[in-house]
């Protein structure tokens, strides 16, 4: 299997032993090294010349790889932010959307053209493109606002699939995302011309393997950051150093917050990362709960796993 290869594997069996394990002279696995930059949140942080605005999007360095995860509600605003940090647009060797929803994918279309017909796989889950609306505070639509054709014409070429997915040597898809405990689905989508509650089931986390442990970045967490944690534990068989992303709590009962930090101090989660559709009031429960163990996200925060 060739580094660009791509290999679909089904939840449960993956052959875990055709991975290059590392060892020291202890025989203790040694850490793989992997950079985490935020390229588009909602909030713009401390660095002058970049811009926040209501979405996430974040860049994965690995090795010799850089993997774009969301591109954000504003194209305009995704390029800007990687001018100043000094990314390139062509540079970008795949793009994983976590859902299809509006504030993820505006600004493919963007990118796209920003490199100029250059080819980029695209790995996602098969709903991706369903249509979508929200009621609340008002009609509108949610969907990711581009047809795959006029996508696909820009150099977009998708592999669309629920299974767990090994993008490169370290970094996986999560797969469709198992769910047995509480969610955070929002929305109706529409089928044969009805409104159907959505249960955004395309939402799926980018999982990135450190060795002893993985991070998982969660996108927007519409599947439920338990669920997504204990899903990914189930994949990769190794505990969770780190989540990162949204953890979609805006407007969270105390209940739930106290359930959810419960059930992650359970799980020994080590770091949490939070932003976006998190919201205020999780992120300063968050923080009192868990103290240097969390940290919030804005545009530019780099963060070393390793």
Same mark, same amino acid.
């Given at each position: 299997m060739t580094d660009h290869c791509l290999s679909i594997w089904a939840l449960g069996n993956i052959n875990f032993s055709r991975k290059k394990a590392l060892y020291c002279s202890a025989n203790l696995i040694l850490v793989v090294e992997m950079r985490i930059t935020i390229l588009f949140e909602n909030h713009s942080g401390f660095k002058k010349g970049l811009f926040g605005g209501h979405g996430f999007s974040a860049l994965v360095e690995h090795k010799r790889y850089k993997i774009l995860v969301d591109t954000g509600v504003d194209g305009?605003?995704?390029?800007?932010?990687?001018?100043?940090?000094? $990314?390139?647009?062509?540079? %970008?060797?795949?793009?994983? #959307?976590? =859902?299809?929803? !509006?504030? =993820?994918?505006?600004?493919?279309?963007?990118?796209?053209?920003?490199?100029?017909?250059?080819? #980029?796989? $695209?790995?996602?889950?098969?709903?991706?493109?369903?249509?979508?609306?929200?009621?609340? @505070? =008002?009609? /509108?639509?949610? +969907?990711?606002?581009?047809?795959?054709?006029?996508?696909?014409?820009?150099?977009?070429?998708?592999? *669309?699939? &629920?299974? @767990? $997915?090994? %993008?490169?040597?370290? %970094?996986?898809?999560?797969?469709?995302?198992? /769910?047995?405990?509480?969610? &955070?689905?929002?929305? !109706?989508?529409?089928? +044969?011309?009805?409104?159907?509650?959505?249960?955004?089931?395309?939402? %799926?986390? *980018? $999982?990135?393997?450190?060795?002893d442990s993985v991070a998982v970045i969660t996108g927007c967490g519409h599947s439920g950051v338990i669920n997504i944690a204990m899903h990914s534990q189930k994949v990769m068989n190794k505990s969770i150093r780190a989540l990162i992303g949204g953890f979609h709590l805006i407007g969270a009962k105390p209940e739930l917050l106290e359930e959810i930090a419960e059930k992650l101090k359970e799980l020994k989660v080590k770091k949490l990362y939070a932003g976006h559709c998190t919201g205020f009031e999780a992120m300063g429960f968050f923080m009192t709960e868990f103290g240097k163990a969390f940290e919030p996200l804005y545009v530019g925060k780099v963060i070393e796993l390793g």
């Open positions: 305009e605003i995704l390029l800007r932010n990687m001018e100043a940090l000094g $990314i390139k647009p062509a540079d %970008i060797d795949y793009l994983f #959307l976590t =859902h299809g929803h !509006y504030d =993820h994918t505006e600004g493919l279309k963007a990118l796209l053209e920003a490199r100029r017909g250059k080819k #980029l796989t $695209i790995i996602a889950h098969p709903d991706i493109f369903a249509k979508r609306v929200a009621l609340k @505070p =008002h009609l /509108r639509d949610i +969907s990711l606002p581009f047809k795959r054709e006029e996508l696909e014409e820009l150099g977009a070429e998708f592999i *669309l699939t &629920r299974s @767990p $997915i090994q %993008i490169v040597e370290g %970094i996986y898809s999560s797969g469709e995302i198992e /769910r047995t405990t509480w969610d &955070r689905t929002v929305g !109706y989508r529409i089928e +044969s011309g009805k409104l159907v509650k959505d249960d955004v089931k395309d939402d %799926i986390a *980018l $999982i990135l393997d450190l060795g």
